[in-house]
Every structure is written in C-alpha cells, then in structure tokens.
C-alpha cells in the first residue's frame, strides 16, 4: 500500500543573485495515517522550504522545485495542476505556517477567516460554514466558541491564536497535518498546551503529522520518528527511541546534548559551534564538515551515503564508528 505521504528524493532550490541556493537538497522523508514525524535542526537548514515544497507554495522565481517525488497516496503532487493542488491544499493537506502570511488576517474575524476555509474548500454555504467553524473552535478547545466566533486576532491571547490557526488547518478535516514550529513562539506552560492539543487531534482524527521545530525537545513529546535535517539534508533519520538512546551522527548528538535535561554531562563531542552555512555555500562534500569535530579530507571532499543502521535508523556519515566511539567512551565516563 502507498504510504500517506512519500517525499523521495526532493530537491528544490532558490536562484539568486549570490548564486543557486541548494535549500532542500535530495531529501526523502515520509507519513503514515496515525503517525507523527518530526522534523527537527537548526534555522536555515530547509525545514520550512521542504514543507512549504510539499505545498507547493515555493515563491517563482526565484524557487524552484527541480528534482524528486511528493507522492500523496501515490499521487504525485509534482506532477497535477495548480487547479487540482487548491483542492489538495485545505481538504487533503492542512499546514499551521511558521511565516503569518497564510495566517491570520487582522481584519476579519477568527470566524470569518476559518468559514473562508470551508467555503473555498467545501463549497457550504454561509449558514454551514458557521456552523462548522464553532465547531471546530470547539475542536481546539477553545472557551465560549460562539463567542470567539466574532473576534478578532489580537483580541486573543499567542495561545488562542494558535489554536485558531489549527482549527483553521483543520477545518477540512485533512488527512494530514503539516505543523511548522507550533509552539515556538509561545511560553513554556502554552507551548505544552498546544503540543498536547495536536496529539489528542492526531489520536482523535488518525492523521498523519508532520511537525516541525529546531527544538529536539518538543519532538520527544509528540513524535515517533523523526528526521534530522542539517543543512538541506537528512542526516538521520529513525524512530524516536533509537534517535534519543543511540544517536549516530555528530549533529544530532550536538542537537541532543543541547537539551538541559537531557543532557546532563557537558563533553567536548557536544557543543556545536559555529553556525549554518548558506546554502548558495555549501560544502562540496558533508554539509556539516565546517563544525564536525570528526572531519577529514574525505568529509570535505565527499558527500557522506546514507548507513543503515537498523531496519528503522539511518545515518548519513563517512565516520560513524569513530563517532561511536568517543560517544560510548563520554557518555561511560
Ligand atoms: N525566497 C527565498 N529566496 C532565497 N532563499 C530562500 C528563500 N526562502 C528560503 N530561502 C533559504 O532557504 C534556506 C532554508 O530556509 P528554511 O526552510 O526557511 O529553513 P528552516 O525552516 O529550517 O529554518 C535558508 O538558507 C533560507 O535563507
Ligand atoms: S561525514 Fe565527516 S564531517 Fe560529516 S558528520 Fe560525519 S565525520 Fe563529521
Ligand atoms: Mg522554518
């Protein structure tokens, strides 16, 4: 059976005036119904763009999607017309954006802005629309929806305008839900609210998720697996078990040991200094040779291929055993 959603290979790049911008560069992940990714690594590395690819809302010029599969149920979202990708997006696929353009509007109501939803989407007329849109406020779990139904975006706490923004996202009742740093914006007590609240959605509804966040944190509180992108790349990938207890690559152990409570032992191997390169700049081999503390002439000069580690664990590493290693000698010490 074709999973929910197959990103193979994707590729999509930004030509600008400093040169090709490789932002997502031959990456493949993939959702089932019922389950959760995370999509996780610092700003700048291609999250949003591989997301907003899969929505095909890449701005052109000067992006550019220029190589692989977005394959919904087998369907290749590269391949229909804009026409038919309106219809997908809403109905199919709902996505809370990092950037506020697709967010809300100051000038109309929250009500007004998720019944537009189902207008566009499900054709209901005004009266159906309403209906629906209390509904689905109630959905979220906001307080006196038929209240909140009137007002406007900042008469609502960062909290509640995140939960309209997922009511909005899920008006259409989708099948899958691409989240894009949820949370990030909020304070702790709200940001685990909310991440609380597209778990409970995600059981309720069996859709697939996809969240994004720079934080490996929230992603142990919502994920099952997760891809670890560096750089415009999937340097790890596995289920969350095997990438918190045995991480292989040294960015995701420098990732990890950024979280305070997780990591409770400082080491050399953990601090990742420096910071992302630009993708119009990118290393000719591994993308992360600048900051590795394991990096050879072979790093520099060849692109890392992807190790199996298990049957749900990948790596992609020229020195994975010398990274085991020192990583088994610290974290014995
Ligand atoms: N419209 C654009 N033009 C040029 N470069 C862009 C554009 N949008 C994104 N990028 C670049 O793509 C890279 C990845 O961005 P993004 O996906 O937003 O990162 P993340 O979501 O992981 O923080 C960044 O270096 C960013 O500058
Ligand atoms: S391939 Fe080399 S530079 Fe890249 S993460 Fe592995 S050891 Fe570091
Ligand atoms: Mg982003």
Redesign the pocket.
Known sequence: MAKLLDVKNLKTY?Y?DDGV?T??DDVSYDVDKGDTLGLV????????????SIMRL??DP??KIVGGEILLKGRDLLKISEKEMRDIRGNDIGMIF?EPMTSLNPVFTCGNQIEEVLILHQKLTKAEAKEKAIESLNLVGIPAPEQRYHEYPHQLSGGMRQRVMISMALACNPEILIA??PSTALDVTVQAQILELINKLQQELGMGVII?T?DLGVIAEVSKRVAV?YA?KIVEYGDVYAIFENPKHPYTIGLLSSIPNINKRKSRLSTIEGS?P??TNFPAGCHFCTRCKFADEKCWNEEPIVVNISSNHTAACWKLDEVEAKRKLITSA
């Not at 690594?41 to 907003?52: F, Q, T, Y």
């Open positions: 930004f600008t911008a932002a997502v690594g610092e700003s700048g590395c291609g999250k949003s763009v591989s997301a907003l890449i701005p000067p992006g990092q894009d740093e994004i720079h992108m415009s992302v630009f993708p």
